[in-house]
């Protein structure tokens, strides 16, 4: 019996395309899912005549493998992932490799991660981005997890992810434990910022300046060939000009309630737990929440009234003012998940590469586009870049953008379109450039209700001040702590 490199649980359409993507680099695959008949169908179907090993259990499918073996899962993130590593331990010998490609939540790979250590096998858990079509043709993958396990893998990963027009691979080693999947789930994050910024953008157009899905896909053709190149920007064209066989725009005909698989919830609980202000991609998964009470909107919509404004001004110009707003929102987005990323990597003490990062996902997954070279670019120049925001050629274009941006979030507020992802991207900006904030205030009033202390500007960091404000709270403070 002829034996394979590697092998692949789970025949759904992701897992499926994978093998045959890495069957056509030169690699033999075996397969196995929990539903026989699905291994079947697919050797004699889509495999057929291919360097593919169809199993019929679990055993099979380890023996089929090469040493050390490689075990890929492309199953449904939770309990599933758990009940196949347990299968599966018990067959492999030490220094095995299990490898989860679904969408896990980071500390889920963490605990698994040494889990399968203490029983001396290697685990990876790796992002996989692209969609089903990226999976055939070449995906972004993100593993990390066990080291050891990288060499071993790392020739099949290469040669089977996508590849820059420069021919580097869009595949690197992330780091020890979680890195691979938080990495993945920071991606979905402004994966979900992206969208939700494209589609105010859209919702600009349709309802304040009463564009036809023509004149938008127009638009969203000439902004691909400039810099917001991008796979989201290119699948949004091709959207707004797509007309089913009765000749009806289909944009038109599907209900406005948006569905999510919760990594960018994940997202945004990271964020709260290490104390990040990653406000555009909470406000773009508040969005989806927002979406989803549709009968509530319909019913509000009866009841509450907003300005009765039209859009006055030059059409072309405002258009030109949407482009520049997308362009610096969307920089913001990914300046503050890259700052999740640094906060993460000293919590978990991960070596994560921030260019290599940018790399990885400039080809093969859903938020490629053409700025990302500048990204790498940036660390590439300065590895311990605080954010993005400092790097002078991200500095100019935002602030070149932003007179267009502050006048698209003041005719939203004028007119009453929600652009919560943009205007608080603007805000976060803002923010960000203040050397002074209010907080004073709100110290203030924490020590006034609960003794929580404050800092002064004219004494040292980490000296702790409380005032008896009402002359009735005596001189006892709390102790200070971060919330």
């Given at each position: 019996m002829s034996q394979a490199d590697i092998g692949l649980v789970g025949l759904a359409v992701m897992g499926e395309n994978f093998i045959l993507n890495m069957e056509s680099k030169g690699f033999t695959v075996a397969c196995f899912n929990r539903t026989v008949s699905k291994v079947d169908a697919f050797i004699q179907g889509r495999a057929k005549g291919k360097n593919i090993i169809g199993c019929h259990s679990i055993e099979e499918f380890v023996k089929s493998l090469k040493r050390p073996r490689k075990a890929m899962l492309l199953v449904k993130a939770g309990p599933a992932v758990d009940a196949i590593i347990e299968q599966i331990l018990p067959l492999l010998e030490d220094?095995?490799?299990?490898?989860?490609?679904?969408?896990?939540?980071?500390?889920?790979?963490?605990?698994?991660?040494?889990?399968?250590?203490?029983?001396?096998?290697?685990?990876?858990?790796?992002?996989?981005?692209?969609?089903?079509?990226?999976?055939?043709?070449?995906?972004?993958?993100?593993?990390?997890?066990?080291?050891?396990?990288?060499?071993?893998?790392?020739?099949?990963?290469?040669?089977?992810s996508a590849q820059t027009d420069a021919g580097e691979p869009c595949c690197d080693w992330i780091g020890e434990g979680g890195a691979g999947h938080f990495v993945k789930m920071v991606h979905n994050g402004i994966e979900y910022g992206d969208m939700q910024m494209i589609c105010e953008t859209y919702q600009m157009m349709k309802a304040g300046l009463g564009m036809s899905n023509e004149q938008m896909h127009e638009v969203f053709s000439e902004w691909n060939a400039g810099e917001l190149n991008s796979y989201l920007i290119e699948i949004t064209r091709d959207i707004l000009g797509y007309k089913d066989e009765d000749g009806n725009a289909v944009i038109d005909l599907i209900l406005d309630t948006?569905?999510?698989?919760?990594?960018?919830?994940?997202?945004?609980?990271?964020?709260?737990?290490?104390?990040?202000?990653?406000?555009?991609?909470g406000e773009a998964v508040f969005a989806r929440c927002l979406s989803a009470i549709k009968d509530q909107r319909v019913r509000a919509s009866k009841i509450l009234?907003?300005?009765?404004?039209?859009?006055?001004?030059?059409?072309?110009?405002?258009?030109?003012?949407?482009?520049?707003?997308?362009?610096?929102?969307?920089?913001?987005?990914?300046?503050?998940?890259?700052?999740?990323?640094?906060?993460?990597?000293?919590?978990?003490?991960?070596?994560?590469?921030?260019?290599?990062?940018?790399?990885?996902?400039?080809?093969?997954?859903?938020?490629?586009?053409?700025?990302?070279?500048?990204?790498?670019?940036?660390?590439?120049?300065?590895?311990?870049?605080?954010?993005?925001?400092?790097?002078?050629?991200?500095?100019?274009?935002?602030?070149?953008?932003?007179?267009?941006?502050?006048?698209?979030?003041?005719?939203?507020?004028?007119?009453?379109?929600?652009?919560?992802?943009?205007?608080?991207?603007?805000?976060?900006?803002?923010?960000?450039r203040a050397e002074r904030l209010p907080a004073n205030l709100l110290q203030a009033q924490r020590d006034y209700f609960g003794a929580h202390t404050y800092e002064r500007l004219d004494k040292p960091r980490g000296e702790f001040f409380h005032t008896n404000w009402t002359g009735r709270g005596g001189t006892t403070a709390a102790s200070t702590y971060i919330a």
């Open positions: 220094g095995d490799i299990i490898i989860d490609g679904g969408n896990s939540h980071f500390p889920d790979t963490i605990r698994r991660c040494e889990y399968v250590e203490s029983k001396g096998k290697l685990y990876i858990g790796t992002g996989v981005s692209g969609g089903e079509e990226g999976a055939l043709k070449g995906p972004s993958l993100m593993p990390g997890g066990s080291g050891a396990a990288w060499e071993h893998i790392k020739p099949i990963f290469q040669k089977c948006a569905g999510q698989k919760g990594t960018g919830k994940w997202t945004g609980i990271a964020a709260l737990d290490l104390g990040q202000p990653l406000t555009l991609i009234s907003g300005p009765m404004i039209k859009f006055k001004g030059d059409k072309q110009t405002f258009v030109n003012d949407l482009r520049q707003a997308l362009y610096a929102s969307k920089i913001i987005s990914y300046a503050q998940g890259y700052q999740l990323m640094r906060a993460a990597a000293q919590e978990h003490k991960w070596n994560l590469n921030y260019g290599g990062v940018a790399l990885m996902w400039r080809g093969g997954c859903i938020i490629r586009s053409a700025f990302l070279g500048k990204i790498k670019e940036a660390f590439d120049k300065n590895p311990e870049l605080e954010n993005l925001l400092i790097d002078p050629f991200f500095a100019n274009a935002v602030g070149s953008a932003q007179n267009s941006w502050r006048k698209v979030v003041t005719a939203s507020v004028a007119m009453g379109i929600p652009m919560p992802a943009t205007s608080s991207a603007l805000a976060f900006f803002d923010g960000y």
